[in-house]
């Protein structure tokens, strides 16, 4: 990480012993859930803070992401955005410390086991709140930046239920405004046609994946469900 600490980006700087520790070796009970790049552990820091532990992958970019949300996170600061405490580049290992949620991610109430209904008003608050994140990253941050992955899963919710975006592993910022031909990335269901099909990425990408998700709150039910009777299947298509 040395050279992000010579770009300006400044975190706290964590040994891997000490996440281990924090961890109990990263022990499956404190798995709180698994992404694209990582598995991501909950943890106990030695002053009694509890954070987000976000382990990368060895054999999936992790690197890359690594270097990357490190750079994209520790620059912007927003209430609807996950707060990044620290890192830990050490040998292979590549770790992120991140504020931790008490109620976790948007999809175990969304299409969990239904063990707590989000009410009208809590619903509206999440909608809003992921609304101003994205706000942010579009328009007040001092660099516009795409997530390409907005998803129930990467919204994180704290003791109010007040949602935070969260994995910028594959996040792309643009210096000036237009679009950019990428390589598609991201997660089926919640991925603009343009995208998909063409790789032109925009801003318009996560207002669209943003739309799904905003369905899925009001719908309480997965973008795609193949269970459903044909013509049923597709929310975006209803």
Sequence with gaps: VKELAQSGSMVNRFEYSQLKSA?????????????GFGTVYK????????VAIKRLEKA??????FHREVKLIS???????SRLIGCCSQGPERLLIYEYMANKSLDRFLYGNGEQFLQWPTRFEIILGVARGLQYLHEDSHVRIVHRDIKASNILLDENFQ???????????FEDGGMRSTQFAGTLGYTAPEYAIR???SEKADIYSYGVLVLEIVSY????????????QYLPEL
């Design 60 to 65: 999936k970019q992790g690197d890359t992401e």
């Design 43 to 50: 943890g106990t820091l030695q002053n009694g803070t509890i």
């Design 75 to 81: 620059g912007i600061q927003h209430k609807n955005l």
């Design 199 to 201: 790789g032109e990425l």
């Design 163 to 173: 949602p935070r975006i969260a994995d910028f592993g594959l996040a792309r910022f």
């Design 23 to 35: 961890t109990k070796n990263f022990h499956v009970k404190n798995m709180l859930g698994c992404g």
């Design 221 to 232: 039910r997965k973008n795609t469900d193949l269970t459903l009777p044909s013509g049923r």
